[in-house]
């Protein structure tokens, strides 16, 4: 259906339901669209605030990956490895390790490989960060559960994973 502009104009914004509820190839949502949507949903609703409510306000979803690799990477990563994790500029990362690291969620150390190289690693303060995220995606996909099903979410986890694994290689 294509909407008339004063069904824009009396309508308001649309929600997200009513946008993925529309059927024709003109308004089909593809999967990036699709995915950016439940991404947004997750932080935007659960992340954020439950970093807020923690204390951790000042911690934005464009650190996520930053706090995310540093999670999974708990000695530490060079910020070239991080920029390529994030995939995005050396430069744009070191802008956030730095704004972590004046927050102490961050800290630069002597890479035990290359004295004259830093690696970013957590500190107590972003670890505690860290657990705030989870719990709150842990929270997020059990509510996706009882919207769709466990077993729907759990497939979607199953089939992103085999995805991302590809990445990898």
């Known amino acids: 259906m294509i909407r008339k502009p004063d069904q824009f104009v009396n309508r308001g914004r649309m929600t997200i339901a ?3 509820g ?7 949502m593809g999967l990036g669209t699709l995915l950016r949507m439940s991404y947004q949903a997750m932080i935007v609703d659960a992340v954020e605030p439950a970093l807020a409510a923690a204390g951790f306000g000042d911690v934005r979803s464009a650190h996520l990956p930053v706090i995310q690799a540093l999670t999974r990477n708990p000695e530490g990563l060079r910020a070239t490895q991080l920029a390529a994790y994030a995939r995005i500029t050396k430069q744009s990362m070191s802008t956030l390790v730095d704004y972590l690291d004046r927050g102490g969620y961050v800290e630069r150390v002597a890479d035990l ?3 004259r190289a830093k690696v970013v690693r957590l500190t107590p303060l972003g670890r505690t960060a860290s ?3 989870r719990a709150a995606v842990r929270d997020v996909e059990d509510d996706w ?4 099903g466990p077993e729907q979410v759990e497939h979607l986890h199953a089939i992103l994973r085999e995805l991302v694994a590809t990445f990898e290689r």
């Not at 559960?145 to 769709?148: L, Q, T």
């Open 18 to 20: 009513e946008t993925a």
């Open 22 to 28: 529309r059927d024709t190839d003109e308004t089909e």
């Open 113 to 115: 490989d290359d004295q």
């Open 131 to 133: 657990r705030t995220i």
């Open 145 to 148: 559960g009882r919207r769709v």
